[in-house]
């Protein structure tokens, strides 16, 4: 709920599609979970980002808790 609560507002401020870079083995536990319930999400592990690339943190998404 609470991932698909942050990609409903960033799409509200026309960022999409969400991208969520997790740690490496989140990554496809995550993006199972996330394509199951439909949720347009892309999610990277730290692993598979160049070092050169730079983001701009919009928000967070805590799990687990």
Known sequence: ?????????LAERG???MVL??????????STVFERFGLDIVVLSHAE??????FEHLGAVMIGE
Request: proline share 7%.
């Open 1 to 9: 709920e609470a991932a698909r609560s942050q990609r409903d507002e």
């Open 15 to 17: 960022f999409m599609p």
């Open 21 to 30: 870079v997790v740690e490496p083995k989140l990554r496809r536990s995550l």
């Open 49 to 54: 980002i160049d070092n050169s690339i730079t």
